[in-house]
T-cell receptor, first 113, second 117 residues
Framework: GNSVTQMEGPVTLSEEAFLTINCTYT??????LFWYVQYPGEGLQLLLK?????DKGSNKGFEATYRKETTSFHLEKGSVQVSDSAVYFC????????????FGAGTRLFVKA | DAGVIQSPRHEVTEMGQEVTLRCKPI?????LFWYRQTMMRGLELLIY????????DSGMPEDRFSAKMPNASFSTLKIQPSEPRDSAVYFC???????????????FGEGSRLTVL
């Protein structure tokens, strides 16, 4: 079945540091890939997405590229801010899986001033 | 659009009581999902509906849990009787279906935090 594996946290960085959160997936079909972000006390919200191989999703300085050959969708940001502190979830949705979305375990990011 | 609306935001109840959580999806969305979030197990998909019909309820933990979607604008998740291990944040999410329009993006509500004493 489909699954998502992402690096364990927490990740603690200083402001302006480079961020990478690794994500790999297993899917039987051709999934869409997502990164969602959850701020304290809130629901998840979409950060970025990619729907086919080699697509790059980007938003708010975050980027992730859909790599079919390595089944990966790593999240990167060149310079993090304190306001980026949150939990980040990698996810996939596959038509063959009935459009249900499978989430990774989440990675908590702390950014220090 | 108001987004996905969940109620109550917080619920504290005693073991054995019935709990009902409510969700109003975004108008026009034809998929509705119920997730449970805990520290130990992360985000778990409990059940999802397409056009008000339950498609996959394999994530529902046991018979104490039930979900309904009587119409396109309302869904409930019921726990009867509740137990302390049901304490979690329950999220409802909706999405737009169709093979062309659907990219799988989910729109989440703010969640219902349930505490069972």
């Amino acid at each position: 079945g489909n699954s998502v594996t992402q690096m364990e946290g927490p990740v603690t960085l200083s402001e302006e540091a480079f961020l990478t959160i690794n994500c790999t997936y297993t899917a039987t079909g051709y999934p869409s890939l997502f990164w969602y972000v959850q701020y304290p006390g809130e629901g998840l919200q979409l950060l970025l997405k990619a729907t086919k191989a080699d697509d790059k999703g980007s938003n708010k300085g975050f980027e992730a590229t859909y790599r079919k050959e390595t089944t990966s969708f790593h999240l990167e940001k060149g310079s993090v801010q304190v306001s980026d502190s949150a939990v980040y979830f990698c996810a996939l949705s596959d038509q063959t899986g009935g459009f249900k979305t499978i989430f990774g375990a989440g990675t908590r990011l702390f950014v220090k001033a | 659009d108001a987004g996905v609306i969940q109620s109550p935001r917080h619920e504290v109840t005693e073991m054995g009581q019935e709990v009902t959580l409510r969700c109003k999806p975004i108008s026009g969305h034809d998929y509705l999902f119920w997730y449970r979030q805990t520290m130990m197990r992360g985000l778990e998909l409990l059940i999802y509906f397409n056009n008000n019909v339950p498609i996959d309820d394999s994530g529902m933990p046991e018979d104490r849990f039930s979900a309904k979607m009587p119409n396109a604008s309302f869904s409930t998740l019921k726990i009867q009787p509740s137990e302390p291990r049901d304490s979690a944040v329950y999220f409802c999410a909706s999405s737009l279906g169709g093979l062309v329009a659907n990219t799988g993006e989910l729109f989440f509500g703010e969640g219902s935090r349930l505490t069972v004493l």
